[in-house]
DNA sequence: CTGTTAGCGCGTTCAT
DNA sequence: ATGAACGCGCTAACAG
C-alpha cells in the first residue's frame, strides 16, 4: 500500500504538503496541489483511516447498541444509520444488546474501547441513571426510542402514550365498548405508555378500564398467541382488541382464525408499529405508526451535527404516531 | 485516558513488559505480571484499540456487506456473525449494497479503506469475476449465499437446487399435478437454482412443465401478491402453488382469501426460506428452510480461522435445505 | 525474563 | 505557501 511518504516523494513535495492536500483545510498553491493529486492518482493512494484515526483523535466511527439485530425494526433503523452516516464518510459499528442490563453495559464498554466517536443507543435495560452519567462521560450519546427528562436533547423518541390513545380511541369511535387490551411487558416504557394511552382514552369515552381484560405480552408473535388464548377462556364479552405491537395482533388474529372466529366481523384488531409483514396478509392490520426507521435517520443527523459539526443539518428530536385504517376493524355487530 | 505509559511508570517496568501482559504471548515473571495489572486497575487502564490497529496492522474489524440491512432474513444473520465475533474481540462494521453493483463495489471499497482485516459478503449485483479478483487482494473475503467454483472455499451458501425440488417434491407426493411456480428473479443465483429444482422434480414426476403457469416474482411480498392476481386470470386448474420465499407466498395466500378462495382446502401453497412471521399466521406456511443465520454463524467462524488463526472452529460451508410441513398444503381434491 | 529502540501512517505545530 | 520535526499509543524486534 502507498503511503503519504510515497506520494511526498513522487510529487517532489514535504509529508505536510501531502497532508495538507488530503484535508484541503491549508492554502496549498494551485499547482503544487495538482503536482499532489497527481502523485496520489498513479499510486492509487488510499488514506490509512486507522494511521488518520490515531494521528487525529477521531475514528470516524459510530456505535450502534440496538436490543437486537433481527426482528422487524432495527433492519429500517440500521439501514438509515448507515446510509445517512456514509455519505458523510463515516462508519458504524454494531452491537447487540439483547435488552439484558448487563449485555447492554458490556456492549456500550465495548463500542467505547472501539474507539467511537459517539454512539447511538436504543437500549431498554439500563436505567435512566446510568445513561445520564454515560452522556457525561467522553463518547457523546443519543438516545433512540426513550425519553430521559435530564438529557432529553439527546433523546430521539415516539409518543407512545398519544399512539395508545389513538389506537383504542379509534376503536371506541367505531362504537366498540368491550376493549381487550394487550401490552407489552411493563418493564418497557414504551409498553406502560402505551397502555397509558389506552386507559386514557377509555375514561374520556367513560368506559372502566377492566384489568381482566388486559394481558401482559412481550411484544413477539407468541405473546399475542398466549393472550388471546387466555382472553378466549375468559367467556366475557369482546368485540375489539388493542395490541401494543403487530407482532402480537398477528399472532392473535392467528389464534382467532383458527377458532373459526372471524376477523374483523366477529372480533376488531389494531396492532401498533406498522411493520410491513402485517399489511400483506389476509385481513390486513390496522395500526399506529411507529417511524422507527425515521428516527434512526434522526439519530444520524443529530450524531453529524453536534459531533461531526456539520452544519447543514438540522433535527427533530419528538415523533408522533399516525393511525393506519386498513382490514382489521369494523363496527361491533 | 490513561496509557501504557502511565501504567508502565506506576508499574515501575517498561512499556513492552506491558504490552506483553496485555498480549500475554511472552512470558513475564508472576509477580512483575501483577504490579503491571495492579496498576492497570487502579488506573482504570483500557488499551487504545485504535493504536494497537496501527502498530500491529490488524484492526480487529471485520466488514459485512448485505445487500440489505432490513428484511427478514440479514438481521438474524448479522446477530450471528456480531456474536460469533464479539466474544473473540473483534468488531463488525456494516454496510449495505442494494443489490446495486455500484453500490456494491463502493461497499467494499469503503469497507476496505476502513481497513477491515476481512470482509463477509452477501452480493448479488457484482460478477464472479469480480469476486475472483477481489479475492485475490490483501483482505481476505467470505461469500455467503454464493457459491463459485474457484474460490469455492471462501464460499458459505446453500443448496438451492435441492431445497427447490424438495418443495415440489413435496406437492407431487401429496398428489397435486397442476403446480404453478412463482420463482424470485431470474439474475439472482439462487432463484435460477430453485426453479431448476422445481423443474427437476416435475421431470422426475413426468408433470410437464408449463411456462404460463411459471411466473417471475421478486422474491418480496407484492411480488406474491402479483403473481398471484395473473396466475388467477389464467383460469386454469391449479391446486398447488410453489413459490420461491415465504414473502411472496404469503403475498400470494392473502390473495387467495380475499378471492375467497381456501388454504389449504382450494390450493395448497409452500414457500421458500422459512423466515419467523409466517409461522404465526393463518394458515401456517409449509416451507424450505435457509439456514440463513447459521450461514452468518459459519462465516464469521471461516474469519476467525482463516484470518485471525483461531484453531478451535471448524467450518463446514455447504448446507442443505429442509422441508418443514405446517398447515398451507394437503392433497387436491 | 525484561528494557531499549524503532517504527506503524498520518496530523500539526513551528519555523522559514 | 511549504518543510522539518515531533507526537498519537502501541507492537515488535533486538539486546542484555
Redo the contacts between chains.
Keep these: 500500500?502507498a503511503t503519504i511518504y510515497d506520494v511526498s516523494v513522487l510529487a517532489g513535495v514535504s509529508l505536510a504538503t501531502v497532508s495538507r492536500v488530503m484535508n484541503n483545510n491549508t492554502k496549498v498553491s494551485d499547482k503544487t496541489k495538482q503536482k499532489v493529486l497527481d502523485a496520489m492518482a498513479s499510486l492509487g493512494y488510499?488514506?490509512?483511516?486507522?494511521?488518520q484515526?490515531?494521528a487525529s483523535n477521531c475514528?470516524n466511527?459510530v456505535g450502534v447498541l440496538v436490543s437486537?439485530?433481527?426482528?422487524?425494526f432495527?433492519?429500517?433503523m440500521?439501514?438509515q444509520i448507515?446510509?445517512s452516516l456514509?455519505v458523510e464518510n463515516k462508519?458504524?459499528?454494531?452491537?447487540?444488546g439483547h435488552s439484558d442490563e448487563v449485555q447492554e453495559k458490556e456492549g456500550v464498554d465495548?463500542l467505547i474501547?472501539?474507539?467511537c466517536d459517539a454512539l447511538i443507543l436504543d437500549v431498554e435495560a439500563v436505567s435512566d441513571e446510568y445513561l445520564i452519567t454515560l452522556s457525561n462521560g467522553?463518547t457523546p450519546i443519543v438516545l433512540i426510542n426513550r425519553y430521559i427528562e435530564a438529557i432529553k436533547e439527546r433523546c430521539v423518541y415516539l409518543e407512545n402514550e398519544q399512539g395508545g390513545y389513538m389506537a383504542t380511541d379509534y376503536m371506541l369511535s367505531l362504537g366498540h365498548k368491550n376493549i381487550a387490551y394487550i401490552s407489552g411487558p411493563m418493564y418497557k416504557l414504551d409498553a406502560r405508555d402505551r397502555l397509558r394511552g389506552h386507559q386514557r382514552a377509555l375514561a374520556e369515552h367513560n368506559v372502566l378500564f377492566d384489568p381482566e381484560l388486559w394481558f401482559e405480552g412481550n411484544f413477539r408473535?407468541?405473546g399475542?398467541?398466549d393472550a388471546m388464548q387466555h382472553l378466549l377462556t375468559l367467556n366475557k364479552p369482546i368485540s375489539a382488541v388493542v395490541c401494543a405491537s403487530d407482532?402480537m395482533a398477528?399472532?392473535a388474529?392467528?389464534v382467532c382464525?383458527?377458532h373459526g372466529i372471524r376477523v374483523p366481523e366477529d372480533i376488531s384488531f389494531i396492532g401498533y408499529d406498522n411493520i410491513?409483514?402485517p399489511t400483506?396478509?389476509?385481513p390486513?392490520l390496522n395500526t399506529i405508526s411507529n417511524p422507527i426507521h425515521e428516527m434512526g435517520k434522526m439519530a444520524a443527523l443529530w450524531v453529524l451535527k453536534e459531533v461531526y459539526k456539520d452544519k447543514k443539518v438540522s433535527v427533530e428530536s419528538c415523533f408522533s404516531p399516525q393511525l393506519f385504517i386498513r382490514g382489521s376493524a369494523c363496527p361491533p355487530k
Excluded at 488510499?46 to 494511521?51: G, S, V
Excluded at 462508519?91 to 447487540?96: F, L, P
Design positions: 500500500m488510499k488514506p490509512n483511516t486507522i494511521a484515526s490515531l475514528s466511527s437486537q439485530l433481527d426482528g422487524p432495527y433492519g429500517p440500521m439501514t448507515e446510509t456514509r462508519h458504524v459499528i454494531i452491537a447487540a465495548f474501547s472501539r474507539g467522553d408473535e407468541f399475542g398467541i407482532q398477528s399472532g388474529i392467528s382464525l383458527e410491513p409483514f400483506y396478509i389476509s390486513k
